[in-house]
């Protein structure tokens, strides 16, 4: 069965500080992994993705960083703000045909941001 | 455009009733992907649509079941309702089949009493 192990399952930064967070994926039949961003009371909302032939993609103050080898990605905020405060989640789509073309989520992170 | 709406946002019903939810995508969008949202498990892939043809499935009993319109407004049952349905349930529409850019719905809140 494809997994996407997320971690840490919750985080608290002060406001200006960087958030990371970790996912790892146990197989290679993946071939985009996005991250959602989910606001209480509301769906997840694609944040940021990024292909696993890509070491990196930045867009703004988010930065996904991919380590193929290893089978790990992760997302970057800097300059973390208190409305960055939100559950996120990272994700990996399949790449085989018949029902592995899903998306496959983490089990989420939820940051808080203090100000 | 408007975004996804679903309908109901909330709803509550007695183990073992059965239970419709709908979803419309945003315009233009023919997939329509359907998940179960729990603290435990998290987000979990229950089916997709595409152009009224199921794409893909979960691995979810075959209590859970769904459909899509010809104008692309889904719905999703579930039948022999169990304790351990109470979930949020997303309804997501993208453009194309299979699609990691997914648009997501507010949920319907289901509680199974």
């Known amino acids: 069965q494809q997994q996407v192990k997320q971690s840490p399952q919750s985080l608290i930064v002060q406001k200006g500080g960087i958030s990371i967070i970790n996912c790892a994926y146990e197989?290679?039949?993946?071939?985009?992994f996005p991250w959602y961003q989910q606001f209480p009371g509301k769906g997840p909302a694609l944040l940021i993705a990024i292909r696993p032939d890509v070491s990196e993609k930045k867009e703004g103050r988010f930065t996904i960083s991919f380590n193929k080898s290893a089978k790990q990605f992760s997302l970057h905020i800097m300059d973390s703000q208190p409305g960055d405060s939100a559950t996120y989640f990272c994700a990996a789509r399949g790449n085989s045909g018949g029902s592995n073309y899903k998306l496959t989520f983490g089990k989420g992170t939820l940051l808080t941001v203090n100000p | 455009k408007a975004g996804v709406t679903q309908t109901p946002r909330y709803l509550i019903k007695t183990r073992g009733q059965q239970v419709t939810l709908s979803c419309s995508p945003i315009?233009?969008?023919?997939?329509v992907s359907w998940y179960q949202q729990t603290p435990g498990q998290g987000l979990q892939f229950l089916f997709e649509y595409f152009s009224e043809t199921q794409r893909n499935k979960g691995n979810f009993p075959g209590r859970f079941s769904g459909r899509q319109f010809s104008n692309s407004r889904s719905e999703m049952n579930v039948s022999t309702l169990e304790l351990g349905d109470s979930a949020l349930y997303l309804c997501?529409?993208?453009?194309?089949?299979?699609?990691?850019?997914?648009?997501f719905g507010p949920g319907t809140r289901l509680t199974v009493t």
């Open positions: 997501a529409s993208s453009l194309m089949t299979s699609s990691y850019e997914q648009y």
């Open positions: 197989n290679t039949a993946f071939d985009y």
């Open positions: 315009s233009g969008h023919r997939s």
